[in-house]
C-alpha cells in the first residue's frame, strides 16, 4: 500500500436547481418507467435552467471549495478544469472560471479533455505537480464539471446529468491521494462528439464492454500491486486486497453500469458471485446515493461519489475510485480519509442544492429541450 503527503485540502460539490423524475420521462418517451428506474438504477436527472451552464456550475463548486480552506487565492499557482462541456476549441474553460474567481498572476491555466476521465486526470496531475515539487509551496484548484445531454430520444437520455465538483489539491486534510495509481487505455469509439456536434454519438453495447474491459484490467493491476507489496506471510487473496477498501466508488453513467463492471471485476479475480454480490451490495451501492438523483454529471461523476463516501469517515479510512471515460481510458486511485472527512463540511450545501431543486414535469422538461435546441 503506497502512502502520500499530498491529497485534497478543500471540496465543494454543486448541483444545478432543476431536475427531472426518471418516471416523468418514461411518461413523455412512452417508455415503462421501471427500464429506467430499476433497469438502468436512474431515479431522477439533474438539469440546467435558463442562465445556467457549466460556468456558474464550475465556478459555485469552486466557490465553495475556497470558503471551506484555510489558505487565500494568492497560494493558488494552478487552476485546471476537466470537462467535455468545452465552451471553444482554443480558450480553455479555466479561464472563463478564473475570471470569475478574480485568480490569475503567477497561475498556471488549462482544460482537461479525456471524456468522463478528464477531471481525474486533472486531479492526477495536480497530485503529481505537487509530488514534483514544482508547485514550490503552493495549491492546485482541480474542478471537474460538466452538463451532459443526449440528442431527445436518444437512447441514453435517461442517463443525462449536470453538476460540478472542486477539489484544491495540497495537504491532505481532506483525503490523501496515493501516489500508485492503476491506468488501462484503448483506443475505441464507444462514445465520441466530432467537433461541431451538439450531442454525442453512441455505440451503447460497445461503451459497456469498454468499460467492463477497462474496470476489470485497472482492478487486476490493483491487486497484483498489493499483492506484491504485502509484507505478510501469506499472500492476501484478491477479496481480502479488496476488504481493505471500505468503499469503493465508480464513474457512475448509470448504476447499472456499475453493478455490471463490479461482475466483471469479480470474474476476473476469481471471486465467488456470493463475495462478489457482498463486495457490491457493502462497498459499492452506498457511495451511489446521490448519483442516482443527479444522473451522468461525466468528469464530476466518480468525484461525486468519493466527495459522498468520504464524508463521515473516520481518519485513515480507505477508498477505491475507478475513473472511465470514452474513447477509451480507465484509471483506479486510492485514498486515505484526512482529518477533516467525519466533519463532512462539503455535503451541507450538496444536500441543500438536492432538496431545494425544482422537480419538472414532462412537459416542462419538453419546453426547456426546446428552447436548449433553438439555442
Ligand atoms: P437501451 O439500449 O435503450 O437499454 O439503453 P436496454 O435495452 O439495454 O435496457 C437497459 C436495461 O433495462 C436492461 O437491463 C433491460 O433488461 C432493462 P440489463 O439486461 O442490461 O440488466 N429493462 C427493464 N427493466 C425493468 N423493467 C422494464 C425494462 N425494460 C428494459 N420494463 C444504454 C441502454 C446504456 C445503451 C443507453 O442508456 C445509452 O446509450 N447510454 C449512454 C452510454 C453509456 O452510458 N454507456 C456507459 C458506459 S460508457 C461511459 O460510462 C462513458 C460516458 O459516461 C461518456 C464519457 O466518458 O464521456 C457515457
Request: glycine share 10%; proline share 5%; charged share 20%.
Amino acid at each position: 500500500m503506497s502512502t502520500s503527503t499530498v491529497g485534497i485540502s478543500a471540496l465543494g460539490v454543486h448541483f444545478p436547481s432543476a431536475a427531472l423524475p426518471l418516471a416523468e420521462l418514461g411518461a413523455l418517451r412512452g417508455v415503462d418507467p421501471n427500464k429506467y428506474l430499476s433497469g438502468l438504477g436512474c431515479h431522477e436527472m439533474a438539469l440546467c435552467p435558463a442562465g445556467t451552464d457549466v460556468v456558474t456550475l464550475a465556478v459555485e463548486a469552486a466557490r465553495r471549495a475556497l470558503a471551506s480552506w484555510s489558505g487565500s487565492m494568492g497560494d493558488i499557482g494552478l487552476i485546471v478544469v476537466g470537462t467535455e462541456t468545452a465552451k471553444d476549441m482554443s480558450r480553455p474553460l479555466s479561464a472563463w472560471v478564473a475570471e470569475e474567481l478574480g485568480l490569475s498572476g503567477a497561475v498556471r491555466s488549462y482544460e482537461v479533455k479525456h471524456a468522463c476521465y478528464g477531471g481525474t486526470l486533472a486531479l492526477r496531475q495536480a497530485v503529481e505537480w505537487q509530488l514534483s515539487g514544482a508547485a514550490r509551496g503552493k495549491s492546485a484548484l482541480v474542478i471537474a464539471a460538466d452538463v451532459a445531454l443526449y440528442a431527445p430520444e436518444d437512447s441514453g437520455e435517461p442517463t443525462q446529468g449536470a453538476g460540478a465538483v472542486a477539489m484544491i489539491v495540497g495537504t491532505p486534510d481532506v483525503a490523501a491521494v496515493d501516489v500508485a495509481s492503476f491506468p488501462f487505455s484503448q483506443p475505441a469509439f464507444d462514445f465520441w462528439r466530432p467537433v461541431g456536434q451538439a450531442f454525442p454519438s453512441v455505440e451503447g453495447q460497445l461503451s459497456l464492454d469498454c468499460y467492463k474491459l477497462a474496470a476489470a484490467s485497472c482492478f487486476a493491476d490493483y491487486v497484483a500491486y498489493e499483492q506484491a507489496e504485502s509484507t505478510a506471510k501469506q499472500t492476501p487473496s484478491p477479496a481480502e486486497v479488496l476488504n481493505e477498501l471500505e468503499r469503493v466508488c465508480f464513474h457512475v453513467p448509470f448504476p447499472k453500469m456499475v453493478k455490471k463492471a463490479v461482475a466483471e471485476v469479480g470474474e476476473r479475480l476469481g471471486l465467488d458471485e456470493a463475495t462478489t454480490a457482498g463486495f457490491y451490495e457493502s462497498k459499492v451501492v452506498p457511495t451511489m446515493r446521490i448519483n442516482q438523483r443527479v444522473g451522468n454529471c461525466y468528469t464530476a461523476s466518480l468525484w461525486i461519489s468519493v466527495a459522498s463516501a468520504l464524508a463521515g469517515m473516520k481518519p485513515g479510512t480507505r477508498v477505491g475510485a475507478f475513473s472511465y471515460g470514452s474513447g477509451f481510458g480507465g484509471e483506479l486511485l486510492t485514498l486515505s480519509a484526512g482529518p477533516k472527512a467525519a466533519e463532512g463540511a462539503w455535503m451541507t450545501a450538496a444536500e441543500r442544492d438536492l432538496n431545494e431543486r425544482e422537480m419538472l414535469d414532462a412537459a416542462a422538461y419538453a419546453a426547456l429541450r426546446a428552447a436548449h435546441l433553438k439555442g
